[in-house]
């Protein structure tokens, strides 16, 4: 299994915005910068994670983007079916059509990964993310004498 690069780079985005959350409305070329993204393709990502609700954003000169709910609210599960749509590692756990889904032990092998991969994504938040982010950033500081 691989993830896109949509998911991969739009999780990367919402952690820029989950960081800068009590700022207000952010600039996208702000975090796309922190992040090393470039702005073209934010800009369509970002479109999408305002359609699905997951940001908002604001015109004008202290316009730019926010989050829509506190970054505690908004999980890893929530991103990727923004982006991605429902998560499914296999057509079959999606399409109950199939003629073996009674006594398929493959089926069974796919639903509990499936289970352990969702429970994990909606285990983790973006505030959560952007803690870690800021711990990973606060050890990386090197001191010059």
């Known amino acids: 299994m691989k ?17 800068r959350y009590k700022e207000g409305f952010v600039q996208l070329n702000e975090v796309t910068r922190a992040e090393g993204i470039s702005e073209k393709y934010s800009e369509q990502i970002v479109r999408i994670l305002r359609t699905t609700g997951i940001l908002v954003s604001h015109r004008g000169a202290q316009g730019g983007y926010r989050l829509a709910y506190p970054p505690d609210k908004i999980t890893v599960l929530d991103v990727f079916e ?33 289970d352990a991969i969702v429970s994990t994504l909606n285990s983790i938040t973006l505030a959560d993310l952007a803690k870690d982010y800021r711990e990973k950033r606060a050890s990386n500081i090197t001191y010059e004498i």
């Open 82 to 114: 923004a982006l991605e749509g429902k998560f499914y590692i296999t057509g079959c756990l999606k399409e109950s059509n199939c003629k073996r889904i009674s006594n398929c032990v493959a089926r069974d092998v796919w639903k509990k990964l499936q």
């Open 3 to 19: 993830l896109s690069t949509r998911i991969r780079y739009g999780l990367r985005l919402l952690v820029g915005f989950a960081v």
